[in-house]
């Protein structure tokens, strides 16, 4: 089946320039979006066709359409920069299309083309390009690409129709206060994923199953949650919605790929970026216990979250149901600020990008 091209149907009446300009002077995160959407259609027999990007708005849905009872769902988040030359330029898309039909396998779901989602992704940014942020600031437009089933009718089956979406949104810094440490609680009643579950597919679910116990972490005054394995509830997996990193002086452990860890493009290139600096940057195991202990003795001097929507967040303190404890004295660590500002710098621009993982338009 050929690959469909994105016809273009662009808005007759865009917002006014001064209304956008005031949005992105701030932006805050996914309150508000631009003027364009991408919609694909997919269907058994006939495959991907009715593309178009087409003015941002409601859709309709059927009451018996599948994804509302079934849950067929999966999605992506990425980032557009402005460069120093005004040009517009995305981090990595190759691997969230990769990864985007990874997890659509794992879903049953039809997988989208890679050079269709990067097409989805160009043609819009292109449309609303005025959208993304000035170069300088904190600020960049993030793109949601996501796709459900939209077959209509009851039966508990791979839907035989997906429709795939493509919405941005300018964003600010996913945290108030930008680097201000996050105080983390520790999950020991509830498991984020299990061996042979979803944990490593990018679908609604997994973030639906995190709301409570992340209630649970405000209620004690925490930001967010860390999830323990679900086998011997010993190891540290990832939080709910980023992956998480522990410092040992220039030696950084991330915890390894299980199959119930999302495997995150930012934890990836962090890793990358930080064997570019000089660091050992590994994949391993970390324990509570040994969070813990390590955090008493100085040996684990910082421990950062990472993920698209909040890059590199320094994690100063953490909560369990039993005891808490802080990292250093709980301000930013070094380690942790030198990668930020490496992985922020090659998104904007202003250094050398020796891995290619910049996809400028045009």
């Not at 919609?39 to 849905?61: K, M, N």
């Amino acid at each position: 089946m050929t690959t469909p091209t994105i016809e273009l149907k662009p808005s007759a009446h865009p917002l006014p320039a001064a209304e956008r300009e005031a949005i992105l002077a701030n932006p805050g995160f996914g309150r508000h979006f631009t003027d364009h959407m991408v919609t694909i259609r997919w269907a058994e027999g006939r495959g991907w066709h009715d593309a178009q990007l087409v003015p941002y708005g409601p859709i309709s849905l059927d009451p018996s359409t599948h994804v509302l009872h079934y849950g067929q769902e999966i999605f992506e988040g990425l980032k557009a920069y402005r460069q120093p030359d005004g040009s517009v330029a995305l981090f990595r898309p190759e691997a969230n299309a990769r990864r985007f039909r990874n997890s659509a396998r794992r879903m049953a779901m039809a997988e989208l083309p890679e050079e269709l989602f990067i097409a989805a992704l160009d043609a819009l940014l292109t449309q609303d390009a005025d959208w993304v942020p000035p170069h300088g600031g904190e600020e960049s437009l993030y793109l949601r690409p996501f796709m459900f089933a939209s077959e209509t009718g009851l039966g508990v089956h791979p839907a035989n129709e997906y429709l795939f979406m493509l919405i941005a949104s300018p964003s600010g810094a996913y945290f108030a206060g930008g680097v201000k440490p996050v105080t983390i609680w520790v999950s020991e009643d509830h498991v984020r994923a299990v061996p042979g579950g979803t944990g490593d597919a990018k679908t609604g679910g997994n973030y639906a199953a995190s709301l409570l116990p992340q209630a649970e972490a405000a209620a004690h005054g925490c930001d967010q949650v860390v999830y323990l394995d679900a086998v011997t509830r010993t190891k540290v997996e990832e939080s709910g919605s980023m992956n998480i990193a522990f410092v040992y002086g220039d030696r950084i452990v991330t915890p390894e790929l299980t199959g119930s860890i999302l495997e995150g493009i930012t934890r990836d290139s962090l890793l990358q970026v930080a064997r570019d600096l000089g660091y050992t940057a590994e994949e391993g195991v970390v324990t509570l216990q040994q969070w813990r202990e390590d955090a008493a003795s100085g040996a684990l001097t910082e421990v950062f979250a990472c993920g698209t929507a909040a890059v590199v967040t320094p994690i100063g303190h953490v909560k369990t149901k039993s005891d808490g404890w802080s990292h250093g004295d709980g301000t930013p660590g070094p380690v942790t600020l030198r990668l930020r500002e490496a992985l922020l710098g090659l998104q904007r621009g202003v250094t050398e990008d020796k891995h290619g993982w910049m996809h400028k338009l045009g």
